[in-house]
C-alpha cells in the first residue's frame, strides 16, 4: 500500500499535524506510522555547509595565500549532534511505500532550505513532492493547508533565494573574518594585551555594529547648546494655560542673530529682556489674532508583523527580541496567534472575509471579552476589505500576526508574560475594528506689545479605539505631545467661545531655559525597527507604513543577529532598560572594518543584498545572476585589504575609542569561537 509522508521542523508540530489528520498511529523511533500515513520531523537543521577543510586539509590553517576561497561546488554534511535523527528521515523520504512526501517545514525561506537540504542530501528521487504552507496551527488551517498544496518545485525561486542566503552568509564569513583576522587581529590582540583576537565579520551583523558604534560617536561628539524661551502664563476663568512667544513677521527680533530657533534665544539675557518689554504697561493682556478649530482623527495603528511587536514588547516589558520570538514562537505552537516571522502589518483578502472567528474566539479571554461580543453584535467587521488593514499586495510569505481566537485552555500553561503578549497582540487586533479616536484641536494666536503668543490644545472628544488599547497590566503611557491635552469638557467649552478680538489675561511672563539633545542609544526594540527600515530609525509609524523594500536581515533573523553581537562582546545589552551600547573590542572592530571593508558597515548596501534575494525568490534575476555579483564583491574586496599597509594607523582610532572605558573594563574579551566567527551573518 502506497503511504504519504509528513515531514515537519520540530517534533511538536508534527504532532499537531498528525491529530489534525486525526490519524491513529503507532509510536516509532523518531517518527509516527499509520496504516497509510508516517509523519517525521527534523530537529531544526539537520544539515550545515561543511568549513573549507573539507574541500582541502590543508584549507584548515588560516592563510592569506588561500583567499578569497570560491568553491565552484559548495559541500555539505549532517550535523553530527542529529545525525540520529537525519538518517531516520532520509530512510523514510526514500521508502518504496512512499509516494507523496508533504513537506509541512515552517512556511518560510528558512523552512524551505531546512527540508531543501535534507532531500538534497538524501538523495530524494522520483517521489512526488507537496509544499504545505501554512499561516496558523490551527486544526483547520492545517488542514486547508494539505488540501491546498502545491507541487515543491512552485517555490524552487524561494529554494533559490534560501541557498543563496546560505552561501552569501557562509563566503563573506570564512574569507572576510580569516582576511581581517590574519591582517589586523595581532593590532587588535596587543592593544587589548590578549593572546590572539580573532575578528568576527558578517553581512547583516557588522552593519548592526557600525550602525550603534556612529550613534555613540555621535553622542560623544554632541555639544549641548542651552536656549531659552519666553512664555506667558493666561488666564481664563479659573484654567490656567501658556502661551509660547516666537518670533514671526513683525516681531522686534525677527530673523534676529539674537534668535537660537524662532522661539528661542541664545543668550539669558536677551529673553529677560523681552520678558519685562511684554511685562510692562499693565493692565497685563492679549488679543487673540487667529483662533483655529480642527477635528482631528488619530486611526487605529496598522497590525503587528515581529519587528513591531518586538519594538512594542521592548518598550513595554523590557524583553530583548529574542525573548520576544521565542515568546510568540510559544504561543504559535499553542495555536494562540498566527505565524510570527512575518513582515506584514496587513491582513490578507481570504482571511479578511472570515475574521469573525477569530473575533469570536476572544469572548472568552477575560480582559477582552466584552469587546469581541461588541464587535461582533454591531458586525464592526462588515467593512474591513475595505480599510488599509486589508492588502493582498503588500503580504509575501505571510499575513500579520493576530490571535486565532482558538486554544485559549492553553493560556493556563503559558508564562506570565507570555500571557501578557498575547493580550498585546489582541488589544491591537481588535482596535482595527474600531473608528478613529477624535481630538478637537485648538489653535491661538494672542498679540501683545506686537509680539505673538502661540497656545495649542488638544482635547479628546471620542475615544473611538483607544478604550481597547488600555492595557490589563498598566496604564499605557501617554504619548508625548508639544499640545495641552486635556479632557476637560469645561475648560472646552471656554476655548469654544473664544473669538478674533478677545481680551486674555496674563499672569505673568517667565523664562524657561531648554537645552539640544544628544541623540537617543538604540534600545533593542529600535534596533529591530531599523534594521527592518535599513539603517533608518524612523518613529513616526505612518511614515515607516510606507517604507516599501528590504531591510537588514530578515523578520527571523533580526534577533539571533543581535543576540550574537552580544555574546562576542561586541556590543553590550543593558537587561533593565534593554538599551544597546558597544564594547572597546566592538569598537575597535569597527574601526577595522571602516579601514579595510567600509560597504560592510553600510546599511544601505546591506539592504540591497537582501532585496537581491527577495528578487531571485520573486524570478526577476537568476541565481546565477545574483552568485557572479556575491563573487566579484568578494574577489574585489580582498585583492583591495591584501594591498592595504595600515594597521600601525589603527592605534590612533583605538586610543580615541579607549579614553571612553575604564581601565580594566571592555577590554575584557575571549577568544572568539570558530563558530561565531566563520559562517556569520
Not at 550603534?212 to 524661551?229: A, D, G, N
Not at 505571510?398 to 485552555?409: C, D, E, K
Not at 527571523?556 to 562576542?568: D, G, H, Y
Request: glycine share 6%; aromatic share 10%; proline share 3%.
Amino acid at each position: 500500500m502506497s503511504k504519504s509522508l509528513f515531514i515537519a521542523e520540530k517534533p511538536s508540530v508534527a504532532q499537531e499535524f498528525a491529530k489534525a489528520l486525526k490519524l491513529n498511529t503507532s509510536r516509532k523511533d523518531g517518527y509516527l506510522e499509520s496504516e497509510n500515513t508516517i509523519v517525521t520531523w527534523c530537529v531544526g537543521h539537520l544539515v550545515t555547509m561543511s568549513y573549507p577543510e573539507a574541500y582541502d586539509p590543508a584549507l584548515k590553517r588560516w592563510s592569506l595565500d588561500t583567499l578569497p576561497f570560491l568553491p565552484e561546488d559548495f559541500k555539505y554534511e549532517v550535523i553530527p549532534s542529529v545525525k540520529k535523527q537525519f538518517d531516520i528521515v532520509s530512510g523514510l523520504l526514500n521508502r518504496k511505500d512512499v509516494e507523496t512526501i508533504y513537506v509541512c517545514t515552517d512556511s518560510g525561506r528558512e523552512g524551505e532550505y531546512i527540508y531543501r537540504l535534507v532531500a538534497m542530501m538524501a538523495g530524494v528521487k522520483d517521489k512526488e513532492q507537496k509544499r504545505v504552507w501554512i499561516d496558523s496551527q490551527t486544526e483547520e488551517e492545517i488542514i486547508r493547508g494539505i488540501r491546498e498544496a502545491k507541487s515543491l518545485s512552485e517555490y524552487d525561486n524561494l529554494s533559490a533565494s534560501a541557498y543563496l542566503r546560505a552561501k552569501e552568509d557562509y563566503l563573506m564569513g570564512i574569507n572576510f573574518s580569516r582576511l581581517l583576522s590574519l591582517k589586523y587581529g595581532n593590532a587588535v590582540s596587543n592593544y587589548l594585551g590578549s593572546r590572539y583576537q580573532a575578528i568576527s565579520v558578517g553581512r547583516v551583523m557588522t552593519c548592526v555594529l557600525g550602525m550603534v558604534v556612529r550613534r555613540e560617536r555621535e553622542i560623544r561628539e554632541f555639544v549641548k547648546t542651552p536656549f531659552y524661551r519666553v512664555l506667558g502664563k493666561f488666564e481664563l476663568q479659573g484654567h490656567s494655560f501658556e502661551g509660547e512667544w516666537r518670533a514671526t513677521q513683525g516681531s522686534r527680533y525677527f530673523q534676529s542673530p539674537l534668535l537660537y530657533k524662532e522661539n528661542g534665544f541664545k543668550k539669558k539675557e536677551t529673553a529677560k529682556e523681552l520678558a519685562e518689554l511684554l511685562s510692562a504697561n499693565p493692565p497685563l493682556q492679549a488679543v487673540v489674532e487667529k483662533i483655529e478649530r480642527k477635528k482631528e482623527n488619530k486611526n487605529p495603528p496598522l497590525l503587528f508583523n515581529l519587528a513591531e511587536l518586538q519594538n512594542e514588547c521592548s518598550r513595554l516589558f523590557k524583553l530583548s527580541p529574542d525573548e520576544t520570538l521565542k515568546i510568540v514562537q510559544e504561543l504559535y505552537e499553542k495555536k494562540l496567534v498566527t505565524y510570527p516571522r512575518t513582515d506584514a502589518r496587513v491582513l490578507s483578502t481570504a482571511v479578511a472575509k472570515e475574521i469573525q472567528k477569530n473575533i469570536g474566539g476572544l469572548r472568552s479571554f477575560v480582559h477582552v471579552g466584552a469587546y469581541a461580543e461588541e464587535i461582533l453584535a454591531g458586525q464592526m467587521y462588515k467593512n474591513l476589505l475595505k480599510t488599509r488593514y486589508v492588502n493582498d499586495k503588500q503580504i509575501t510569505d505571510h499575513y500579520a500576526i493576530i490571535p486565532t481566537g482558538q486554544g485559549l485552555n492553553a493560556l493556563r500553561s503559558v508564562s506570565v508574560q507570555g500571557e501578557k503578549v498575547y493580550e498585546v497582540i489582541v488589544r491591537r487586533f481588535l482596535s482595527i475594528f474600531y473608528p478613529p479616536a477624535v481630538y478637537q484641536k485648538i489653535s491661538l494666536v494672542s498679540v501683545r506689545e506686537k509680539e505673538r503668543l502661540f497656545s495649542s490644545f488638544k482635547v479628546l472628544v471620542s475615544e473611538g479605539y483607544l478604550k481597547v488599547s488600555g492595557y490589563s497590566f498598566g496604564k499605557k503611557k501617554e504619548e508625548e505631545t508639544s499640545e495641552e491635552e486635556t479632557q476637560d469638557s469645561a475648560f472646552l467649552e471656554m476655548l469654544q467661545n473664544i473669538r478674533k478680538g478677545s481680551i486674555l489675561s496674563i499672569q505673568r511672563f517667565f523664562i524657561k531655559e531648554g537645552e539640544t539633545s544628544p541623540p537617543k542609544r538604540y534600545t533593542s526594540g529600535s534596533m529591530i525597527l531599523a534594521m527592518e527600515n535599513a539603517g533608518q530609525l524612523i518613529e513616526d509609524e505612518e511614515l515607516r507604513a510606507q517604507i516599501k523594500g528590504s531591510g537588514i536581515g530578515t523578520s527571523a533573523t533580526r534577533a539571533e543577529i543581535l543576540k550574537k553581537l552580544v555574546t562576542i562582546q561586541y556590543l553590550a545589552l543593558n537587561k533593565k532598560t534593554q538599551v544597546i551600547t558597544p564594547t572597546l573590542l566592538g569598537e575597535m572592530i569597527f574601526d577595522v572594518v571602516n579601514a579595510s571593508i567600509r560597504s560592510l558597515l553600510s546599511p544601505e548596501l546591506t539592504a540591497s543584498w537582501e532585496k537581491g534575494l527577495t528578487y531571485v525568490a520573486e524570478g526577476s534575476i537568476t541565481p546565477q545572476e545574483y552568485m557572479e555579483k556575491l563573487e566579484r564583491f568578494i574577489r574585489s574586496w580582498t585583492q583591495g585589504v591584501l594591498g592595504l599597509r595600515n594597521q600601525l594607523m589603527l592605534k590612533q582610532f583605538f586610543d580615541a575609542a579607549a579614553q571612553y572605558y575604564q581601565k580594566g573594563t571592555g577590554n575584557k574579551t575571549r577568544k572568539s569561537n570558530r563558530c561565531d566567527t566563520e559562517k556569520g551573518r
